[in-house]
T-cell receptor, first 116, second 113 residues
Framework: DTGVSQDPRHKITKRGQNVTFRCDPISEHNRLYWYRQTLGQGPEFLTY????????KSRLLSDRFSAERPKGSFSTLEIQRTEQGDSAMYLC??????????????FGPGTRLTVL | DQQVKQNSPSLSVQEGRISILNCDYT??????FLWYKKYPAEGPTFLISISSIKDKNEDGRFTVFLNKSAKHLSLHIVPSQPGDSAVYFC????????????FGQGTELSVKP
């Protein structure tokens, strides 16, 4: 399977704990995106990378959130001191940015986070 | 502010009929639009897209129409099949913004046999 993969698929944690999620994009894709989706809403943009450079972060991404993409391959999203409001589906997507200006993003299955 | 809006949370159609899902946007800088389909417990799956230089794009049973003056797009599914039952999201991006997508709230389509 050469699609976007995410790990873990589900995470239950207690408030105040730190959690880390991993995303493996489609191998030839140079852009990687993180989104968050809550019930009844569409995905909301959090941040994106082009290769290893983090080029934009949403205001939604508080200082408790940090994302990395070492070597421009997989990415991790860490949430420190989790709060109940962090409970959501965290989605990763990847795309290829080349000569063509517009490229579809392909999403992984998501990580469902529940903060108790 | 909700830059992309899907005002119908749900839509029910009969198998074989046409499904029309609507989406409105407010940001005139958006120049690329996409539709995604989402099943429960899965990530969104890309369906079809359209650039702002076009007003129609067709792929099999799926057609997307773009009306730039009205800042409105629609997805037509003909004929609708029970397997089309899912949540449909429209999304938009603006050139120079790295492909960042702004999503609508979604419309849940139910196709009844």
């Amino acid at each position: 399977d050469t699609g976007v993969s995410q790990d873990p698929r589900h995470k239950i944690t207690k408030r105040g704990q730190n959690v880390t999620f991993r995303c493996d994009p489609i191998s030839e894709h140079n852009r990687l995106y993180w989104y968050r989706q809550t019930l009844g809403q569409g995905p909301e943009f959090l941040t994106y990378f082009q290769n290893e450079a983090q080029l934009e972060k949403s205001r939604l991404l508080s200082d408790r959130f940090s994302a990395e993409r070492p070597k421009g391959s997989f990415s991790t999203l860490e949430i420190q001191r989790t709060e109940q409001g962090d409970s959501a589906m965290y989605l990763c997507a990847s795309s290829f940015s080349g000569v063509r200006s517009y490229n579809e993003q392909f999403f992984g299955p998501g990580t469902r986070l529940t903060v108790l | 502010d909700q830059q992309v809006k899907q005002n119908s949370p749900s839509l029910s159609v009969q198998e074989g009929r046409i499904s029309i899902l609507n989406c409105d946007y407010t940001n005139s800088m958006f120049d690329y639009f996409l539709w995604y389909k989402k099943y429960p417990a899965e990530g969104p799956t890309f369906l079809i897209s359209i650039s702002s230089i076009k007003d129609k794009n067709e792929d099999g049973r799926f057609t997307v129409f773009l009306n730039k003056s009205a800042k409105h797009l629609s997805l037509h599914i003909v004929p609708s099949q029970p397997g089309d039952s899912a949540v449909y999201f429209c999304a938009a991006s603006a050139i120079g913004r790295g492909g960042k997508l702004i999503f609508g709230q979604g419309t849940e389509l139910s196709v009844k046999p």
